[in-house]
């Protein structure tokens, strides 16, 4: 008895289905009489409903059901269909490629949004909500400065770099300002809020008694 395995078969379009589903649709392509190709294509789209129901929308026609049968039948099943599948030439064309929006950014650890936060800063009229939005800018420039590097920041870096990337229309005094202190990182977690085990006392082994 001649065994054939499914290496030796042809591929499956949709492997969810299984192999049956995809024979009786290549039976199906099979049948002499359009009308009968029809009825047998709706029996199968019914067939897939009840193994995918979750696929099932019957408000729409089982559209996804009906694509999914003529992508099966490799776009060669002459019926009737009830709604409108796409064809091979939609299935196969290539997304137009997303547009790739460069900002010009001369400092990159602070990022294209807090670089667009100090221009909208550096035109607020007053200046008194400019000095509130300043100093809300610069504690975020250390935080990111911190995310980025290592190493320690002085607030005269961040004063300076915060001048720079406002063309000098923001500026802080380091003798009265002071930036909050950016939290430390940690690779294994936040060492703010450290998850010390804690300390169980000891227990102290029970000694035998001796017996008479």
């Not at 547009?99 to 400092?107: D, V």
């Not at 035109?123 to 300043?134: H, N, P, R, S």
């Amino acid at each position: 008895m001649n065994k054939t395995y499914n290496t030796q078969q042809a591929p499956l379009v949709l492997p969810e289905y299984g192999r049956l589903v995809q024979q009786m649709v290549r039976a199906c392509q099979k049948l002499p009489d359009r009308d009968e190709r029809t009825r047998c294509a709706a029996f199968l789209v019914e067939l897939m409903s009840r193994m995918f129901p979750d696929r099932a929308t019957p408000a729409n026609g089982n559209k996804l059901l009906w694509n999914h049968l003529a992508l099966i039948s490799d776009f060669s099943l002459d019926i009737d269909y009830p709604v409108e599948v796409l064809s091979q030439d939609k299935i196969s064309e290539k997304p137009h490629p997303l547009p790739n929006p460069k900002h010009p950014i001369q400092l990159r650890h602070y990022g294209h949004i807090l670089s667009a936060a100090i221009q909208e800063a550096a035109a607020v009229t007053d200046e008194e909500l400019q000095k509130k939005l300043t100093m809300i800018i610069a504690n975020q420039m250390k935080l990111h400065y911190k995310t980025w590097n290592d190493a320690n920041v002085e607030d005269a870096t961040i004063f300076h770099e915060l001048g720079f990337l406002s063309a000098g229309a923001l500026e802080l005094n380091q003798e009265e300002y002071h930036l909050s202190a950016a939290p430390k990182t940690n690779k294994q977690g936040n060492k703010n809020n450290p998850q010390k085990p804690k300390n169980r006392p000891a227990v102290k082994a029970k000694k035998k008694q001796k017996q008479p």
